[in-house]
């Protein structure tokens, strides 16, 4: 079965400092990896994802995220946080040997907090 | 485009009432998705239809039934609603060929 880890329910960063949102996955054949965001009220919006390629995904408002096949990590970093960067961040994976469109495992998600 | 809409966004029911949840999307995508947010537990699927015509169960799909109306509208039912429904209810949508999802807006639901 498909899963996925977000080992840190918070993190927390000064602005400017470079920023790490950790993930871990399981899954059986090669995953497709996501990465969302959520605003305080708002729906999820996707900031990138890894279908295969090259292992760093750069991705919207900055983020980039490694894909570490051997570590099972799809860590997300952006070089310099911003406060607007605070946020819950979800991780997600599709194992893609399931036939079908079958959804994505979403992770408990990570809250950043940024301050100035 | 408006992408995907959800209404209500606030909703208070008495425990034992019913009600839907409506769901639409104009980006023409084949699969929808409802999920529910709860604090500590991330997103848990509730229900999902991979294709119009089509809907498949979830992790947490008891107390809930789905509509697949047409290919743009994907409703939620709750026919007899508990306070551990009580949650925050998200409605996505997917291409075919493609697995990145995009979401509502949500809609509160709070169970007494």
């Known amino acids: 079965a498909q899963s996925v880890a977000q080992p840190e329910d918070q993190v927390n960063v000064a602005e400017g400092n470079p920023l790490t949102v950790k993930c871990t996955y399981s899954v059986s054949g090669n995953p497709y990896l996501f990465w969302y965001v959520?605003?305080?009220n708002r729906g999820l919006q996707f900031l990138l994802k890894?279908?295969?390629?090259?292992?760093?995904?750069k991705g919207s408002y900055g983020f980039e995220?490694?894909?570490?096949?051997?570590?099972?990590?799809?860590?997300?970093?952006?070089?310099s946080a911003l406060v607007s960067d605070s946020a819950l961040y979800f991780c997600a994976v599709r194992d893609p040997l399931h036939s079908g469109n079958t959804p994505l495992v979403f992770g408990k998600g990570t809250r950043l907090s940024v301050i100035a | 485009n408006a992408g995907v809409t959800q209404?209500?966004?606030?909703?208070?029911?008495?425990?034992?009432?019913?009600?839907?949840?409506?769901?639409?999307?104009?980006?023409?995508?084949?699969?929808?998705?409802?999920?529910?947010?709860?604090?500590?537990?991330?997103?848990?699927?509730?229900?999902y239809s991979a294709s119009e015509g089509t809907t498949d169960k979830g992790e947490v799909p008891n107390g809930y039934n789905v509509s697949r109306l047409n290919k743009r509208e994907?409703?939620?039912?709750?026919e007899s609603a508990a306070p551990s429904q009580t949650s925050v209810y998200f409605c996505a949508s997917s291409r075919l060929d493609s697995y990145e999802q995009y979401f509502g807006p949500g809609t509160r639901l709070t169970v007494t």
Not at chain 2, 74 to 78: A, D, I
């Open chain 1, 38 to 40: 959520q605003y305080p």
């Open chain 1, 50 to 57: 890894y279908i295969t390629g090259d292992n760093l995904v």
């Open chain 1, 65 to 79: 995220a490694e894909f570490n096949k051997s570590q099972t990590s799809f860590h997300l970093k952006k070089p």
């Open chain 2, 7 to 47: 209404t209500p966004k606030f909703q208070v029911l008495k425990t034992g009432q019913s009600m839907t949840l409506q769901c639409a999307q104009d980006m023409n995508h084949n699969s929808m998705y409802w999920y529910r947010q709860d604090p500590g537990m991330g997103l848990r699927l509730i229900y």
């Open chain 2, 74 to 78: 994907f409703s939620l039912r709750l």
